[in-house]
């Protein structure tokens, strides 16, 4: 059976050619077609011989993947609707704007976790995805535009996937790979506390984002079952050693939810759990529209009040602009739409 050659590292590559009686540095070759040109088939391999290029094509394939469906909203969002080899689907979206362009990612094939605002866990939780899979998310969107940062924010939860996600990591930010600086790359969680100790001890200046989106336990627990685990209290005790150890920010994640999450006693309890902490911020996210889940954001003016309270009370604010709601960008929508055709 062929194998994915993206699942190998580099030394692992130099390690099989060895074993094949070929020379180590045709690894360095096989990840600059790969990686750099996004080559998508061994016989474009110019610099390989004939011989090496067939025996390559014997073992391994590139692409698994088939694109299914392509929206691109008015902003420039580009959202990509894929069909893996065992007919899943999983999404990626590729945001611009003046400085950056991300690639969202996804781990898994749907979420264990059941956020009531996001539409990953609609249709449960089929499987991980590999460290092939998720990079080939990653070339897919680098071949319509050069990325310059990486969310793993798509469908599913990285700290659920933990060995494949970092081994993905490694290859998005090795020289050899895609070269992304590791400050450029994200993992966000819904506070997997295991998860984020191990990433702790990595060495590894990646970005790390938590999704928070309440400041109690009755209602984060509403909102994310995964509270009654890890609840707020040992969550932040976490993120406080998680600080100390890394001495790299936090980022928290706060979708508004109308009715729910954006009121004054909310944002107060906000303020109260961050002001211990070291170093953090907020992303307050007005919530996309799910007509499956019944969401809808608050009003422009109780979002303000939201970010200015936090603000006046000490906290780093960003309000997050809404992208590509006109395609639903949101995690989970477009394969949602897909499967109940």
């Given at each position: 059976?062929k194998?994915?050659?993206?699942?190998?590292?580099?030394?692992?590559?130099?390690?099989?050619?060895e074993?094949w009686?070929?020379?180590?540095?045709?690894?360095?070759q096989i990840?600059?077609?790969?990686?750099?040109?996004?080559a998508?088939?061994?016989?474009?391999?110019?610099?390989?011989?004939a011989p090496?290029?067939?025996?390559?094509?014997?073992?391994?394939?590139i692409w698994?993947?088939?694109i299914?469906?392509?929206l691109?909203?008015?902003d420039?969002?580009?959202?990509?609707?894929?069909?893996?080899?065992?007919?899943?689907?999983?999404?990626?979206?590729?945001?611009?704007?003046?400085?950056r362009?991300?690639g969202?990612i996804?781990?898994?094939?749907?979420?264990?976790?059941?956020?009531?605002?996001c539409?990953?866990?609609?249709l449960?939780?089929?499987?991980?995805?590999?460290t092939?899979?998720?990079?080939?998310e990653?070339?897919?969107?680098?071949a319509r535009?050069?990325?310059?940062?990486i969310?793993?924010?798509?469908?599913?939860?990285?700290?659920?996937?933990?060995e494949?996600?970092?081994?993905?990591?490694?290859l998005?930010?090795?020289?050899q790979?895609?070269n992304?600086?590791a400050?450029?790359?994200?993992?966000?969680?819904c506070?997997?506390?295991?998860?984020?100790e191990k990433?702790?001890?990595?060495?590894?200046?990646?970005e790390?984002s938590?999704?928070l989106?309440?400041?109690?336990?009755?209602?984060?627990?509403?909102i994310?079952p995964?509270n009654?685990?890890y609840?707020?209290?040992?969550?932040?005790?976490a993120?406080?050693?998680?600080?100390k150890?890394?001495?790299?920010?936090?980022?928290?994640?706060?979708?508004?939810?109308?009715?729910?999450n954006?009121?004054?006693?909310?944002?107060?309890?906000?303020a109260?759990?961050?002001k211990?902490l070291?170093?953090?911020?907020?992303?307050?996210?007005?919530?996309?529209?799910?007509?499956?889940?019944k969401?809808?954001?608050?009003?422009?003016?109780e979002?303000?009040?939201?970010k200015?309270?936090l603000?006046k009370?000490?906290?780093?604010v960003?309000?997050?602009?809404?992208?590509?709601?006109?395609?639903?960008?949101?995690?989970?929508?477009?394969?949602?739409?897909?499967?109940k055709?």
């Amino acid at each position: 059976m062929k194998q994915d050659i993206k699942d190998l590292s580099l030394a692992q590559l130099q390690e099989t050619l060895e074993n094949w009686g070929e020379p180590p540095y045709h690894a360095r070759q096989i990840f600059s077609w790969i990686y750099k040109k996004g080559a998508g088939d061994f016989d474009s391999m110019s610099d390989l011989s004939a011989p090496l290029r067939m025996r390559l094509e014997e073992g391994f394939y590139i692409w698994a993947f088939r694109i299914v469906k392509v929206l691109t909203s008015f902003d420039g969002t580009q959202k990509l609707l894929i069909e893996s080899s065992d007919a899943r689907f999983i999404e990626a979206v590729l945001i611009p704007a003046e400085a950056r362009v991300t690639g969202c990612i996804s781990s898994q094939v749907g979420c264990k976790y059941a956020c009531k605002f996001c539409a990953s866990g609609l249709l449960g939780f089929k499987r991980n995805l590999t460290t092939g899979e998720m990079l080939e998310e990653v070339l897919h969107l680098n071949a319509r535009q050069k990325l310059t940062h990486i969310v793993f924010m798509g469908t599913g939860e990285p700290l659920d996937n933990y060995e494949f996600v970092m081994k993905a990591i490694r290859l998005i930010n090795s020289a050899q790979g895609l070269n992304i600086g590791a400050r450029r790359i994200t993992i966000s969680t819904c506070g997997i506390i295991p998860g984020m100790e191990k990433l702790a001890n990595e060495n590894l200046q990646v970005e790390l984002s938590i999704s928070l989106h309440a400041a109690d336990d009755k209602t984060r627990s509403f909102i994310m079952p995964v509270n009654k685990i890890y609840p707020i209290k040992k969550l932040m005790a976490a993120c406080q050693d998680y600080i100390k150890k890394t001495d790299r920010q936090i980022t928290f994640e706060y979708v508004l939810i109308k009715g729910l999450n954006s009121d004054l006693q909310s944002v107060k309890n906000l303020a109260t759990i961050l002001k211990p902490l070291r170093l953090s911020k907020v992303n307050l996210i007005p919530s996309n529209p799910t007509k499956e889940l019944k969401v809808q954001p608050p009003g422009k003016l109780e979002i303000l009040f939201f970010k200015d309270y936090l603000l006046k009370h000490g906290i780093n604010v960003t309000l997050r602009k809404p992208r590509g709601q006109d395609i639903d960008a949101a995690c989970g929508q477009l394969r949602i739409q897909y499967e109940k055709k």
